[in-house]
């Protein structure tokens, strides 16, 4: 059983910053992603970035460049520095965890936070 927490959502004006934070509690898979995927009224939800344990990281085309991902093991913590945040950037952020390896699937979800970013 895995739990996670989102926090650092909030309202910023265009061109300010954010720092999201996840931390994961419950059975931790020593080989995991975590990271964030976000949902925009109307729009499906997507992947923003995401963080091996290993420390291997994608990002959304989107975000590449405004974006930073990065995640502290010892405390099973992700983390998403957001630069230079857009109004396009508004939706909620969820985090996500992903078993890596094995034969068997395990996905967990946050409850999401909402960003806001205002023009």
């Known amino acids: 059983q895995v739990q996670l927490m989102e926090s650092g959502g909030g309202l910023v004006q265009a061109g300010g910053s954010l720092n999201l934070s996840c931390a994961a509690s419950?059975?931790?898979?020593?080989?995991?992603?975590m990271g964030w995927h976000r949902q925009a009224p109307g729009k499906q939800r997507e992947l923003v970035a995401h963080?091996?344990?290993?420390?291997?990281?994608n990002y959304a085309d989107s975000v590449q460049g405004r974006f930073t991902i990065s995640r502290d093991n010892t405390k099973n913590t992700v983390y998403l520095q957001m630069n230079s945040l857009r109004p396009e950037d508004t939706a909620v952020y969820y985090c996500?965890?992903?078993?890596?390896?094995?034969?068997?699937?395990?996905?967990?979800w946050g409850q999401g936070t909402q960003v806001t970013v205002s023009s």
């Open positions: 419950g059975t931790i898979f020593s080989s995991n992603a």
């Open positions: 963080i091996t344990t290993s420390g291997s990281i």
């Open positions: 996500n965890l992903r078993k890596l390896g094995g034969a068997d699937r395990f996905v967990a």
